[in-house]
């Protein structure tokens, strides 16, 4: 025990003293919290109005809709910068007015210009050629904006007051959409489902990361001979054993780094925001009772100790970094499939598919802390899914030992599946 | 048996395509230093790390100090310095040094100790500089020797086992390590260590156990071995290397069985029921300047090639270092 402990000790410490190690662990917190803050930062004092000063409106209609519309895209607009430009052309001119605009924009002399015909005054068609026309939230708000100014042009025909123009057709509405779960109603939506996809993203992560981690050390010393010096002072599985629980305490501290700074981030936000000024958004943080913590908890030591020996005993079975890179391919498409599911699972966590993933070993590690941090989950899927991971997991370490302790010195040609099968059945 | 650090009793170990051991036996006294001497792939890391338990043998048993050898404490009790030498790159010289010790139980604090004396006695710390602070990636070739060489010695083992421990090394670095392998002879210490050079062999070993294509071919005391090759060797020196005489004699099969000629010096081995007499008076008659001629014990170089054999030899010998 005293020699898996100075193995454990050593892959730990010469880890997290290097700079690499540092340097993710304090900027990964400082990631987020930018994250957090500058968005809120970017926002502020910024308009509709913004993307659209110096547009050109062609109103090819007689009802001077054009004007209107200029007008509530300059609301808020900064003082000095231009307004849209209005332009009323006759609707057999268009055309040659289209392409004259066309060429302002070219020459930078313009952002963009709106077409507005009688097919617009109907609500069936409006027309925007624009720099910024890739911009999904700048057209949506164009598309609004025009909207409510039409509107309020057909309730005006319709006699109502100009002055109660604005309360009628003004509303802000949000959705605040709630979550409802086998346990009755269950916090914000959205909220679980950024919870969800973090934790999902983190153990994958970590997994691909630090499972590396493990083949580059293994094969470091194999290609360094140190292995041999090792694993004559202690047995082949024990140095295996040290490796991967001492690269593994590595992912964790990270973790628990990164989690810490980043509620404490949260935590500072609103009086950082009050500070530069920016009005204070509620921010509200997933409900994680001790009971969830453990079983992530625990599910990132057995989906890490599944991948980890794996990784090993690809390390030992190769000889250079490149063939490294090749034999750890099925390993990276298992690791890669599970996380193109990311998505749809979140959207879905109760379909067969996602059932089907939380059962199978390789999956299982990520897609069931997932469903587990976006709500319940039958007892008897998440038990399922445990039983199968560990049992997984007994038979990655047990196949890892036998090929890793006959690998590891083993030099030259890179051995076929077949030998390696033979390795594996070696007595010794 | 007690005065035995290894016994190796009927050891054989087979891979899928070829023997690497067969049969083999040893008895390799206490506290004696043995050399294991054989060309390339005759099985002698095969049987090093059978030894040590990396490998176990298919058949056969093996005891170090009368214990199996698969018995996990027996290996703190042994320092091994692998032929193929390496360390954590990237890890200082004291913390590689701390870690294996404590791979051999040593605590981490008396490890320290000895690491600061053992640092200070092969000049890795000196009072301008201090290696042991430094990563392994900053020493030189000759220090990593060093310090690989401290790591093999730091839990004072009983039983030394050296894989080659001479390739690689500059003069001075190998007689420093043969200085230290007769210390550890003269503190009781056993040595084992596997060589191609016959000349070091024969000077360092009390013992030596010649292995060729994963068989024993000779072994006991070098006193034992040389006897046993007689004394029908001759030693010959000339002056300014062989004339075209000489060489005719010397290339007379019913005189001379076999000739080693390295320039000026020859090691010549009589032929059967020849007259070494008869060979000294022909050459004398051809004018060549003779400064030695005596009647010699076969060189272990010389056994070494009578009994492995020109063939294995071409494979061991070409390229060592």
Redesign the interface.
């Known amino acids: 025990m005293a020699k898996l402990w100075a193995i454990i000790k050593r892959e730990y410490l010469e880890r997290v003293r290097t700079r690499w190690f540092i340097f993710a662990t304090v900027f990964g917190p400082v990631f987020l919290g930018s994250l957090i803050i500058i968005p809120a930062y970017m926002a502020k004092g910024r308009t509709s109005s913004n993307e659209f000063t110096n547009a050109i409106i062609l109103d090819a209609t007689t009802s001077g809709i054009g004007q209107r519309v200029a007008d509530a895209m300059s609301v808020g607009r900064p003082p000095g910068s231009a307004a849209p430009n209005v332009r009323v052309v006759a609707p057999a001119e268009l055309s040659q007015a289209e392409s004259t605009s066309t060429h302002l924009v070219m020459n930078k002399q313009a952002s963009g210009y709106l077409v507005l015909t009688d097919q617009t005054l109907k609500g069936e068609e409006l027309h925007y050629a624009g720099r910024n026309a890739t911009s999904i939230t700048d057209m949506e708000r164009l598309r609004s904006t025009v909207k409510e100014t039409i509107i309020s042009q057909r309730l005006e025909k319709e006699g109502v007051k100009p002055a109660r123009l604005k309360e009628l057709t003004f509303m802000p509405l949000r959705l605040n959409a709630e979550r409802i779960t086998d346990k009755g109603r269950g916090g914000s939506g959205t909220v679980s489902i950024i919870f969800a996809g973090v934790v999902a993203f983190l153990l994958y992560m970590s997994i691909v990361l630090y499972g590396q981690n493990v083949l580059r050390g293994v094969l470091e010393e194999k290609t360094t001979r140190v292995a041999e010096v090792v694993v004559s002072s202690v047995p082949a599985e024990t140095l295996l054993a040290g490796k991967v629980l001492g690269v593994g305490a590595v992912g964790l501290t990270q973790q628990v780094i990164w989690v810490v700074t980043t509620l404490f981030m949260i935590k500072l936000r609103a009086p950082i925001l009050a500070g530069l000024g920016i009005p204070v958004t509620p921010f509200e943080l997933p409900q994680i009772s001790p009971w969830l913590a453990l079983l992530l908890l625990l599910f990132f030591v057995f989906g890490f100790t599944f991948y980890a020996s794996l990784y090993a005993a690809v390390g030992s079975s190769v000889n250079t970094e490149q063939e490294a890179q090749q034999a750890m391919q099925p390993l990276l498409i298992l690791l890669v499939a599970t996380a193109v599911f990311i998505n749809p699972i979140l959207l879905n966590p109760t379909s067969r598919m996602a059932t089907v993933m939380s059962i199978l070993p390789f999956s299982a590690p990520i897609i069931m802390p997932l469903r587990l941090a976006l709500g319940s989950v039958p007892w008897y899927e998440l038990a399922g899914s445990l039983v199968s991971l560990a049992l997984s997991c007994i038979v990655a370490v047990w196949l890892a030992a036998r090929i890793y302790r006959v690998g590891l010195l083993m030099y030259g040609k890179r051995p076929t599946l077949r030998e390696m099968g033979r390795w594996v059945r070696y007595a010794h | 048996m007690a005065d035995h650090a290894v016994q190796i009793e009927n050891v054989g170990k087979r891979y ?1 395509d070829h023997v690497a051991v067969r049969d083999l036996t040893l008895h390799i006294p206490k506290g004696s230093v043995y050399g294991l001497l054989g060309p390339n792939g005759a099985g002698k890391t095969t049987t090093i ?1 059978m030894i ?5 043998p298919d058949q056969g048993a093996i005891r170090i100090f009368g214990t199996p050898s698969s018995d ?1 404490r027996i ?2 009790r ?1 320092g ?1 310095l ?1 032929e ?8 200082q010289v004291r ?1 590689i040094l701390r ?2 010790a ?4 040593v605590p981490a604090k008396v490890a320290d100790v000895r690491i600061t004396e053992w640092l200070e006695r092969l000049e890795l710390k000196t009072a301008e500089k201090d290696w042991g602070l430094s990563k392994i990636d900053e020493l030189s070739r000759g220090m990593k020797q060093k310090v690989q060489f401290i ?1 093999t010695l730091l839990h004072d083992p009983d039983l030394v086992i050296l894989d080659e421990p001479f390739s690689g090394l500059d003069p001075i670095n190998a007689q420093a390590l043969k200085d230290t392998i007769m210390d550890l002879r003269h503190n009781g210490k056993t040595v084992i260590f596997s060589t191609h050079l016959m000349d070091n062999a024969e000077r360092i070993c009390d013992s030596v156990c010649i292995i060729a294509r994963g068989e024993k071919v000779l072994d006991g005391s070098i006193t034992d071995i040389k006897q046993s090759h007689g004394t029908r060797n001759i030693a010959l020196s000339l002056d300014g290397g062989a004339t075209n005489g000489v060489s005719e004699i010397l290339a007379d099969r019913k005189l001379v069985s076999r000739v080693d000629d390295s320039n000026r010096y020859f090691e010549i081995e009589m032929a059967p029921g020849a007259n070494s007499q008869e060979l000294l008076r022909r050459i004398v008659a051809t004018g060549a300047p003779v400064q030695r001629f005596e009647l010699v014990q076969a060189s272990l170089h010389q056994i070494f090639l009578e009994r492995v054999g020109a063939s294995g030899v071409e494979m061991g010998m070409t390229g060592h270092g």
């Open positions: 899928a790390r040590l338990n990396i490998i176990a996990a290996t703190d042994i091994y692998p193929e030498r390496g360390l954590y790159r990237k890890m913390r870690f294996l404590e791979l051999k139980g790591g």
